[in-house]
């Protein structure tokens, strides 16, 4: 349901990309939109993991320095049918892991310091199998599309704001009558609404990995329950120890960690790149019980 959901978000936000290139410049306003915003993306998708890993001060980990660690990721993806990714611990009390690398082949999994003080096993387990089902489902690339389409807009709302700073509303109504005032709502739909929508489209297209993560994770882990308790201490204790980054950092990657370094809620919570604790926990709960009933 959420992978045919993130097919829907896309499509939206593809949608809004054709209708607003067409309005400002034509078929070719929107191509060229889509090229400026996909050569920014591309080069993020492509060393996402160098750049990530690097901003955080991750310390590649070997089945020597940390036999738990490194042997719990290696069982988890065996069963998850992946390579075996590299393991990185980053330098942070903060509890939190993610996954980066731009396929299966080129994948990196780390983990806080801070996150082997308050889990048992079986909740790292949990996590681990999360941020192996995000390599497995290939989100720092849908993850990208999403940012590419999302920045192509941006760009084309600025083309509309150049345009009407140089009077193209004015010579439609002075040429067009009532025609001009047509003109300038679209264009101020592009320079506001356009942008907004699409900033929410792609945070739920985050939201929704989350929700695949979260499934994913916990079959190939085989403990939803323990992945639901992680996800409880994980929470809390990002709000109580925040990441010693600066917010810059924390809010160009928040999306990639499993719980989200970031604090809000109310109208904060439409803008969020996961979903909210409560909903993750209760669908984990609710699959516990279709496998105990699957298993009886």
């Given at each position: 349901?959420?992978?045919?959901?993130?097919?829907?978000?896309?499509?939206?936000?593809?949608?809004?990309?054709?209708?607003?290139?067409?309005?400002?410049?034509?078929?070719?306003?929107?191509?060229?939109?889509?090229?400026?915003?996909?050569?920014?993306?591309?080069f993020s998708y492509w060393f996402?993991?160098?750049?990530?890993?690097?901003?955080?001060?991750?310390?590649?980990?070997?089945?020597?320095?940390?036999?738990?660690?490194?042997?719990?990721?290696?069982?988890?993806?065996?069963?998850?049918?992946?390579?075996?990714?590299?393991?990185?611990?980053?330098?942070?009390?903060?509890?939190?892991?993610?996954?980066?690398?731009?396929?299966?082949?080129?994948?990196?999994?780390?983990?806080?310091?801070?996150?082997?003080?308050?889990?048992?096993?079986?909740?790292?387990?949990?996590?681990?199998?999360?941020?192996?089902?995000?390599?497995?489902?290939?989100?720092?690339?849908?993850?990208?599309?999403?940012?590419?389409?999302?920045?192509?807009?941006?760009?084309?709302?600025?083309?509309?704001?150049?345009?009407?700073?140089?009077?193209?509303?004015?010579?439609?109504?002075?040429?067009?009558?009532?025609?001009?005032?047509?003109?300038?709502?679209?264009?101020?739909?592009?320079?506001?609404?356009?942008?907004l929508a699409a900033m929410l489209?792609?945070?739920?297209?985050?939201?929704?990995?989350?929700?695949?993560?979260?499934?994913?994770?916990?079959?190939?882990?085989?403990?939803?329950?323990?992945?639901?308790?992680?996800?409880?201490?994980?929470?809390?204790?990002?709000?109580?120890?925040?990441?010693?980054?600066?917010?810059?950092?924390?809010?160009?990657?928040?999306?990639?960690?499993?719980?989200?370094?970031?604090?809000?809620?109310?109208?904060?919570?439409?803008?969020?790149?996961?979903?909210?604790?409560?909903e993750r926990v209760a669908r984990?709960?609710?699959?516990?019980?279709?496998?105990?009933?699957?298993?009886?």
């Amino acid at each position: 349901m959420n992978g045919f959901r993130t097919t829907i978000l896309l499509a939206a936000l593809t949608a809004l990309v054709v209708w607003i290139g067409q309005m400002v410049g034509g078929p070719n306003g929107a191509i060229m939109a889509l090229i400026m915003a996909g050569a920014m993306n591309f080069f993020s998708y492509w060393f996402s993991d160098k750049i990530v890993l690097k901003m955080y001060g991750g310390q590649e980990i070997t089945a020597n320095d940390d036999p738990e660690l490194y042997g719990l990721v290696q069982e988890l993806a065996a069963k998850g049918g992946l390579p075996m990714p590299k393991v990185y611990v980053i330098p942070e009390d903060t509890p939190n892991a993610f996954a980066t690398g731009r396929n299966p082949e080129h994948a990196a999994v780390a983990v806080t310091q801070g996150i082997r003080r308050i889990l048992n096993k079986r909740e790292l387990a949990g996590v681990l199998g999360h941020e192996l089902s995000h390599v497995k489902h290939r989100d720092i690339l849908i993850s990208s599309i999403a940012a590419t389409l999302a920045g192509a807009i941006s760009y084309m709302a600025y083309m509309a704001q150049w345009g009407m700073m140089f009077g193209g509303g004015g010579r439609d109504r002075d040429e067009g009558g009532g025609g001009g005032g047509g003109n300038i709502f679209s264009l101020l739909f592009m320079m506001i609404v356009a942008p907004l929508a699409a900033m929410l489209i792609q945070m739920a297209v985050s939201r929704s990995r989350e929700y695949l993560a979260d499934a994913g994770g916990a079959k190939i882990s085989g403990d939803p329950l323990a992945l639901a308790s992680a996800l409880r201490k994980l929470h809390m204790g990002a709000q109580n120890i925040p990441l010693q980054v600066s917010n810059a950092t924390q809010n160009a990657t928040a999306h990639m960690f499993i719980v989200s370094p970031l604090s809000g809620g109310g109208l904060a919570s439409l803008f969020s790149t996961h979903p909210a604790m409560e909903e993750r926990v209760a669908r984990l709960e609710a699959m516990a019980k279709d496998l105990s009933y699957m298993r009886s």
